[in-house]
Nanobody
Framework: VQLQASGGGLVQPGGSLRLSCAAS????????IGWFRQAPGKEREWVSC????????YYADSVKGRFTISRDKAKNTVYLQMNALKPEDTAVYYC?????????????????????WGQGTLVTVSS
């Protein structure tokens, strides 16, 4: 399994970016994909997740209403559309995947529940 995150860059506050997570070696029907971010000096935090079979979406409160997660199963790619970006969104963004069963209904928020990780893409929000 490989995950390739891309799409990061420098954007002004209020701007938009779309991150991509291209997956190989897995099928999105059977793997949930999560996005996490890590700002300098801070813990890695959960941002969003799209579930495997039903494609249900979940968001951290800090990004709800501004970020949208989606997937293209034909391309085996998950996207994170980020709008109304703020300086506090500056971080390295990582995508992660997991296909196993999870007893906890909120498992997707826990980075340790994901088996596979991409390399990260840097998002900088600054004027």
């Amino acid at each position: 399994v490989q995950l390739q995150a891309s799409g990061g860059g420098l954007v002004q506050p209020g701007g938009s970016l779309r991150l991509s997570c291209a997956a190989s070696g897995l099928t999105l029907d059977y793997y949930a994909i999560g996005w996490f971010r890590q700002a300098p000096g801070k813990e890695r935090e959960w941002v969003s997740c799209i579930s495997s079979s039903e494609g249900n979406t979940y968001y951290a409160d800090s990004v709800k209403g501004r970020f949208t997660i989606s997937r293209d199963k034909a391309k085996n790619t998950v996207y994170l559309q980020m709008n109304a970006l703020k300086p506090e969104d500056t971080a390295v963004y990582y995508c992660a995947a997991d296909g196993s069963y999870h007893a906890s209904p909120r498992w997707y928020k826990d980075r340790y529940e994901y088996a596979y990780w991409g390399q990260g893409t840097l998002v900088t929000v600054s004027s």
